[in-house]
């Protein structure tokens, strides 16, 4: 299965990076141009423990749906969520956050399946990895963005 793995750096206290990593608000500023919008379950805040959301997003052209469920919450230094129905065939994402010199270090870590086996992995490596890994560092450049003013 293909794994992004990506770090950021944020001069933030970690309980912030925490907290707006949490944020549905957030979230849905960061994906405007796919006009992301949760439309079920927790749809504002922050999510908790054992919350599903359910977003509508317009990927490769298409209207798309999909559920994940928050199954592990270590406040201040870790949450997972991790997909119960959309498009792919599995996914989880593990937000990592570790206390570093002058901040915090954020680190995704995003595991994934595609649909439609041998089809699914020519996708992955033609254009899904790279397509998911751009949304994952523009979600964290709005995390930064955020963070960082609340800073100062």
């Keep these: 299965m293909p794994t992004i793995r990506l770090n950021t750096f944020v001069k933030a206290d970690i309980e912030t990076c925490f907290d707006l990593s949490r944020s549905i608000d957030l979230h849905v500023e960061s994906t405007k141009h796919t006009r992301e919008t949760a439309i079920a379950g927790r749809t504002s805040g922050l999510i908790e423990l054992g919350d599903t959301v359910t977003w509508r997003a317009r990927h490769f052209g298409i209207w798309q749906t999909l559920t994940s469920k928050?199954?592990?919450?270590?406040?201040?230094?870790l949450f997972v969520d991790e997909m119960q129905s959309g498009a792919f065939k599995s996914f989880r994402h593990e937000h990592h956050f570790g206390e570093a010199a002058g901040g915090t270090l954020m680190t995704d870590i995003f595991i994934f399946?595609?649909?439609?086996?041998?089809?699914?992995?020519?996708?992955?490596?033609?254009?899904?990895?790279?397509?998911?890994?751009?949304?994952?560092?523009?979600?964290?450049?709005?995390?930064?963005?955020?963070?960082?003013?609340k800073q100062k």
Excluded: C, D, S
């Design 113 to 149: 399946e595609a649909p439609l086996g041998l089809l699914g992995a020519m996708a992955n490596k033609l254009f899904l990895t790279k397509y998911m890994r751009k949304l994952l560092i523009q979600r964290n450049e709005v995390i930064k963005l955020h963070a960082e003013l």
């Design 70 to 77: 928050i199954t592990v919450m270590q406040r201040p230094v």
